[in-house]
C-alpha cells in the first residue's frame, strides 16, 4: 500500500521560510520520482519541484526557482521542499506526488495536501 504524507505548511510573512515534508512509502528505492505540486483557489495546478530518486536530478518551475529547494532523504523515505523568500503568490494548498512501479515521471500516488499561507 503506498502512502504518502505531506507536513510542513504553516502561515508566514512574506519573507520568511518553511519546509514541507513528504513521508513516503514503501522503500523509497520503488519511487521513480518525486514532485511537489501546488494549487491555490480558482488556479491551475503547477508543478514547481521534480526530484528523480536515483540520479537525484532536480528541477523547478521557473515562479520558484532560486527560492525552493527539493530534497531526498532515503534513509528517511523522505523528500522535502525547502522554501525561502516566500511571497505572498506562493499561497496555496501543496501536495506531493510520487511515481511507483513505472520507468517515467508521471506520479500515480498523492498525499493530501499541506496549507502554505504567506501573508503580506
Known amino acids: 500500500q503506498v502512502q504518502l504524507v505531506e507536513s510542513g505548511g504553516d502561515s508566514v510573512q512574506a519573507g520568511g521560510s518553511l519546509r514541507l515534508s513528504c513521508v513516503t512509502s514503501?522503500?523509497?528505492?520503488?519511487?521513480?520520482?518525486t514532485e511537489w505540486v501546488r494549487q491555490a483557489p480558482g488556479q491551475e495546478r503547477e508543478v514547481i519541484a521534480t526530484i528523480w530518486t536515483r540520479s537525484r536530478r532536480t528541477s523547478y518551475a521557473d515562479s520558484v526557482k532560486g527560492r525552493f529547494t527539493i530534497s531526498q532523504d532515503n534513509a528517511k523515505n523522505t523528500v522535502y521542499l525547502q522554501m525561502n523568500g516566500l511571497k505572498p503568490e506562493d499561497s496555496a494548498m501543496y501536495y506531493c506526488?510520487?511515481?511507483?512501479?513505472?520507468?517515467?515521471?508521471?506520479?500515480?500516488?498523492w498525499g493530501q495536501g499541506t496549507q502554505v499561507t504567506v501573508s503580506s
Open positions: 506526488g510520487a511515481t511507483f512501479g513505472l520507468l517515467k515521471c508521471e506520479p500515480n500516488y
Open positions: 514503501p522503500n523509497a528505492f520503488d519511487r521513480f520520482c
